[in-house]
């Protein structure tokens, strides 16, 4: 669906850093077409950090891969699509300069620091490689761009730990090496896909903390890609939601902690083990995302939701907008009193 | 020489199997280097047509005489010339050609992977012998430059194999899609991050490929259309001493040793070298937390 009539969520200012907007990204599988990113519309503002947020399967790393192009066949890009980044569409440049933009204006930052390093090579090799694949200087120079950078991401006596093989560091070493790959050429975005996913808590928190640090001190604007909405409490200053492949909600953080509009985002936040809620079992949002092959009528939500009514299961909702830089893809919008009728989801009677 | 490397060549040289297969094989290209200085005459010179040929093994000919008078050893030394460099020469050619049919094959994938495979099971269906002497019969005298052409174009199918297998499990790890989002090309990740990843497997397909060869090669010239005078091979030389095994059985014998026990030590070192170029040995090969499973975790 076009999004021409998009509220607006940012409270936008100037010209948005990066702007998305319909981005569909399909998959011709030979169980049908999975449209896992399915009209997703948003801007990330220069310096801003936004967390993309939402269950596995909801469509936010494939939205993350199309946004540097990286979708591989069966996977396409839908025509129509737009991403507007530095004043051009990404969608329409060629490889080439699309190659310029990966890892110097957009770059990336990989879940796994066990996989995202090349076995063979040393930690200061791959950073300076980085360098090297944007033709800036020459070998030493690279090299020493690469040490500087491991001093900035925080790793003590980086010179000697350039010279490391990945498996030689911790998990939290190596995903400080991944995000100085990252930053290493200084781009205007990073987008981190789950980038504290596979560490231990302790390390959870210094990740993030370094990368809120770098964002301020290097001006980065950040993408965050994240199922840990404990995560984006932390980091991030406007979160966007997704579910079924669309933005659900949108809303500075604090709004979205305080206010959620959207049944999915008060489940996910129900979900959250809190400080002071003893021995109690944590609640569950009843059900599973759906196979992007066959989305549900409606509001993709409507099975699991706990308020749905006839409207979810026929009119797919729009973005209403419930506030100032805040908007959410629910009926509850336009009739808010059906909020008091709470019930058991569709997807708990189907299946007992 | 980076340290990964030095590593991997200290891993090697601890274990005694690849020690001794290796000094062996080092000792024969030396030798075969330089026969010159090693052999103690010509491999062509006739002695002594009249009183010095079908000479048993003695102190002045270790190995020999044959039916022309000339000494086995030197010939069996300047043979070694022939069977190494044929094999080694059309070994380093197929496995050329069969990596870099692999590595497209692999990386592109798809309908390309698909064409390119059926054309492998096809030219694998033709059996290698009958088209090496079918060609070689019509093709006569083949020069060593036409037999090390021959041998190399028909020994690929299975490297290829090999390469597109590996290329296929190492396509997809995140750091290569990693690479790719810092702005890589693809010919810079096959030539960065591809193919030093999968070079262990590619070493131990061309060692066993070199036994291989020289098994293959003796046969064509035990065949006689092989390498052939001047240029004797070890088949070559066992071919002479084939038609009388009984009277002049030194002929025959040590050429044949020579090819068993060169061919052993390819095979004994390549089995070594599977071991220790494991890319789950490799340090980091795999991730080291990563010991439930040898399939590289697929994430996304």
């Known amino acids: 669906m076009a999004e021409s009539s998009r509220p607006a969520a940012t409270a936008a200012s100037s010209a948005p850093l990066l702007s998305v907007r319909d981005l569909r990204t399909y998959f011709y599988t030979e169980n049908g077409v999975a449209k896992s990113v399915n009209g997703v ?186 199922h840990d909405l404990g995560v984006v409490a932390e980091t991030v200053s406007r979160v966007i939601v997704m579910y079924g492949g669309e933005v659900v909600e949108e809303a500075s953080v604090n709004e979205l902690f305080s206010a959620a509009h959207h049944p999915y985002t008060e489940g996910l936040l129900n979900a959250m083990p809190r400080v002071g809620h003893e021995r109690e079992r944590l609640a569950t949002i009843p059900g599973t995302v759906p196979p992007p092959t066959s989305w549900p009528s409606g509001c993709r939500f409507h099975d699991r939701c706990p308020y749905a009514w006839e409207r979810c299961v026929s009119e797919h909702p729009p973005l209403y907008q419930i506030g100032a830089g805040h908007i959410s893809r629910c009926h509850l919008a336009a009739e808010p009193e059906r909020r008091l009728k709470a019930h058991e989801p569709f997807a708990t009677k189907a299946s007992p | ?200 497997p590619i070493i131990v397909a061309a060692t066993l490929g070199v036994a291989n060869v020289i098994v293959l090669e003796a046969g064509l010239s035990f065949l006689g259309v092989g390498a052939r005078e001047p240029n004797a091979s070890w088949g070559t030389i066992f071919l002479s001493g084939s038609s009388a095994p009984t009277d002049t059985w030194w002929v025959a014998l040590f050429p044949g040793l020579a090819i068993v026990v060169t061919v052993l030590a390819f095979n004994v070192l390549g089995d070594a070298l599977r071991d220790v170029l494991d890319p789950r040995q490799l340090p980091g090969g795999i991730p080291a937390s990563d010991t439930t499973t040898h399939t590289q975790p697929r994430t996304g």
């Not at chain 1, 808590?201 to 370094?210: D, S």
């Not at chain 2, 006739?46 to 044959?66: E, R, Y």
């Not at chain 2, 036409?146 to 290329?167: D, F, N």
């Not at chain 2, 290569?176 to 810079?188: E, I």
């Open chain 2, 1 to 200: 020489m980076t340290a990964s490397t030095r590593a991997a060549l200290s891993r090697i040289w601890s274990i005694r199997a690849t020690r001794w297969s290796g000094a062996i094989i080092v000792g024969l290209f030396l030798v075969a280097i330089f026969a010159k200085y090693v052999a103690p005459y010509s491999p062509s010179a006739q002695l002594d047509i009249v009183h010095l040929k079908n000479l048993a093994p003695s102190h002045a000919h270790p190995f020999g005489t044959d039916a022309y008078s000339r000494d086995v050893l030197s010939r069996v030394i300047f043979g070694a010339r022939i069977s190494l460099s044929v094999a080694a020469l059309s070994v380093l050619l197929a496995t050329t050609i069969g990596s870099a049919y692999g590595v497209v094959a692999g990386y592109v994938g798809g309908r390309v992977d698909a064409t390119m495979m059926h054309i492998l099971d096809a030219l694998l269906s033709i059996p290698r012998v009958l088209l090496l002497l079918a060609v070689l019969a019509l093709w006569q005298p083949v020069g060593l430059a036409g037999l090390i052409l021959l041998l190399g174009v028909t020994g690929w199918y299975g490297t290829s194999r090999l390469v597109r297998a590996e290329v296929r499990s190492a396509r997809d790890r995140e750091y290569m899609v990693a690479a790719r989002a810092l702005g890589a090309s693809h010919w810079r990740i096959v030539r960065r991050h591809l193919l030093p990843n999968i070079a262990g």
């Open chain 1, 41 to 226: 519309s948003f801007d990330v503002g220069a310096g801003e950090t936004v967390g993309l947020v939402g269950e596995s399967g909801c469509g936010k790393s494939v939205t993350a891969l199309s946004l540097l192009r990286l979708i591989r066949p069966p996977g396409r890009i839908e025509a129509g699509s737009k991403i507007l980044f530095d004043g051009r569409d990404l969608i329409t440049i060629d490889e080439s300069a699309m190659r310029a933009v990966r890892g110097a204006r957009i770059a990336m930052v990989f879940q796994e620091p066990m996989t995202a390093l090349n076995p063979v090579f040393t930690v200061g090799d791959q950073i300076a490689e980085v360098v090297r694949v944007h033709g800036d200087g020459g070998r030493r120079d690279a090299w020493d761009r690469a040490v500087k950078m491991l001093e900035t991401v925080g790793i003590a006596s980086p010179a000697q730990r350039a010279n490391d093989y990945p498996h030689q560091l911790s998990g939290g070493m190596r995903q400080r090496v991944v995000i100085a790959m990252a930053l290493v050429m200084n781009p205007a975005l990073v987008i981190a896909d789950e980038p504290t996913t596979a560490l231990d808590v302790t390390i959870q928190a210094q990740i993030l903390e370094l990368l809120r640090d770098l964002q301020q001190r290097l001006g980065t604007s950040i993408l965050l890609i994240t």
